[in-house]
């Protein structure tokens, strides 16, 4: 006899776990597998950095705000540490004023603050580059994704979700789910299997013209900075957050990057720092796309990264970690839910956002499969 789930949910990283707190939600017994022994994926190699501000604007905005309230309202249930909360965008070009000026002038803008660079000086005194300006922007909010996405799988097994871990799918049909360690049987099934693309559903993913994006992380310790008041970008953030990059006043910003910061660019270089409860500080990234992208992270990209960062707090940040990421990226979506069958979704973040909208893109695939 082999038990019978109402959900079963393949991989265990921030969007798989997304589907099982909205199971657990509506009582349904659940199984999530995965063929790692802990997280190992995109979910807690990233900043943990929970980004509504700049997230595009419409459906993945809508998403991030609905994913920032799931994550603090579990955060203490599960004993996860929101590390900070807020985001400080602190441009050095006048161009970039503008860009902040019309997206206050949008909803996105709610509850935000334009800051002078005094006023943005108040706020984080380590601000020792140049200014044009800023935006303080209350919404967003840090996890550490290393404890936080473990913390989470131990609370919803505590909470009756079962784990199948060290298990691979090999196949999903209607009803039932293959594994290494024999078949799961299940009314309903949620396939999250970040950016491997080719294991399951290969002629659903080839809908989607996937490929793979690479990033650089590093961690540096930089007592000089104290603490964050929240997350930090600059100007080259603008260009490439869609909440910021799509309106009309980012064309005359985005000229001057490309003509003053081309090498950044070519990278997919912009800067994102984010603190940990250490004080050390979480620093990136980089942008490079390729199906099956290189294990290497060569130093002149870090350096890339680290000379953003420099130009804005100056001193000399100590490099104490660095690694690599990867997600899957589409050409024309920041994230999708594919049918294949009426008891079957496919559910891929096809962007660098999975922390910021999973948990909300996973209610809405649990309500299609169980309204
Ligand atoms: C460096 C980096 C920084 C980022 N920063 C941010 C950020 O700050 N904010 C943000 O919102 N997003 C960020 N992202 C994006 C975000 O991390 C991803 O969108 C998200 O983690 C994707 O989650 P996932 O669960 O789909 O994938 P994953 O975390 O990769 O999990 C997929 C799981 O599926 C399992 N799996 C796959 N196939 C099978 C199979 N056949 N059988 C069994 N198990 C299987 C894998 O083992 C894995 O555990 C970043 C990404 C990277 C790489």
Known sequence: MTEQYDLAIVGAGVVGLGHALAARRRGLKTIV?????RANGASVRNFGFVTVTGQQRGECWRRAMRSRDIWAEIAPQAGIEVVHRGLLVAVRRPEAVPVLEAFMATE??????????DEARARLPALTGALSGALWSPHDLRVESREAIPKLAAWLAGQGIAFRRLTAVTGVEPGRVDTSAGPIHAARIVVAPGDDY?????????????????????????PA?????????TDLSLGRYLGYAELPEAAALKARLAAEQAEHLAHGVHLIVVQSADGSLVVGDSHH???TPDPFAPEAVDELIL???????????????????????APDRLAFI??????????????????STGFAIAEEAVAELFD
């Open 33 to 37: 597998i995965d063929r790692d022994a």
């Open 108 to 117: 996105m803008g709610e509850g935000c603050a334009l800051l002078t660079p």
């Open 198 to 222: 080719h294991t399951l559903l290969e002629d659903r993913f080839a809908l989607y013209g996937l490929t793979r994006c690479k990033l650089h992380m590093l961690r540096v310790a930089d």
């Open 225 to 233: 900075l104290g603490r964050l008041p929240g997350s930090v970008m």
């Open 289 to 291: 796309y390729d199906a």
């Open 307 to 329: 000379d953003e960062y420099r130009a804005l707090f100056g001193g000399a940040p100590r490099v104490v970690e660095r690694w690599i990421g990867t997600y899957a990226s």
């Open 338 to 355: 594919d049918r294949p069958d009426p008891a079957i979704r496919l559910v891929v973040v096809t962007s660098g956002t999975g922390a």
